[in-house]
């Protein structure tokens, strides 16, 4: 995950071209396939751009990769402490997500993010790969999945497919929580060989 060995800038640039390489598109592809311009995606990859999570999720959607397989994955030993002001944040539309740890066990993976959502904002998802799992630490949380809106306080969970489009809002000041990503260790890039990325009726964009 990106921290202090490297900017979530960095990581993403050494990434992003060789999971796109081993799914065999090109830039034009890619770009068609996720509504992000030609030159937005060179920039990425070249190191200069700044991705947002939006990028980051249509391209993990796109590509059909956790985001942690863009963002750095290096797996830590040992204790491991994770500091807030060390971590730079994604951030997006109404959000940002600190990732904090990409864990490991048995079939499956899982990515720890800190996430806050900003007072008065929503985010909007058309959906991503994997299971989502959010656990509110502080506010009032607004999650609405597939058109079913549930609002959430402090040490509520939520649960839910990532495939489907969903919404976090925070109608009455910011919310702090944390946002646990599930995926099958089959859904890493190096757990087999390329497969197909979706056809033209997957919805593109984040």
Do not use: W
């Not at 730079?88 to 993976?109: K, T």
């Not at 058309?126 to 989502?132: A, N, P, S, T």
């Not at 702090?176 to 009726?201: C, I, K, N, T």
């Amino acid at each position: 995950m990106s921290g202090p060995e490297g900017s979530i800038r960095g990581m993403l640039a050494l990434n992003l071209k060789r999971v796109r390489s081993r799914r065999g598109l090109s830039i034009s592809e890619l770009s068609r396939r996720s509504k992000i311009g030609k030159a937005t995606l060179s920039q990425l990859e070249s190191g200069a751009g700044n991705p947002t999570i939006e990028t980051v999720f249509s391209l993990s959607r796109v590509l059909e990769v956790p985001i942690s397989d863009l963002l750095d994955a290096q797996q830590p030993t040992g204790l491991r402490v994770v500091r807030a002001r060390d971590v730079e944040a994604l951030s997006g539309e109404g959000i940002d997500l600190r990732p904090l740890r990409r864990i490991e066990s048995g079939q499956a993976v899982f990515e720890v993010y800190d996430q806050q959502v900003r007072a008065g904002e929503r985010r909007d998802s058309l959906g991503h790969v994997g299971i989502e799992h959010t656990v509110v630490q502080a506010g009032r949380l607004a999650v609405t999945v597939d058109g079913h809106e549930v609002e959430l306080e402090a040490g509520d969970y939520v649960g839910f497919d990532a495939t489907l489009p969903h919404s976090y809002a925070a109608p009455e000041g910011t919310v702090r929580s944390v946002l646990l990503l599930q995926y099958r260790s089959d859904q890493r890039l190096d757990a087999g060989s390329p497969h197909q990325v979706p056809g033209e009726g997957a919805p593109c964009g984040e």
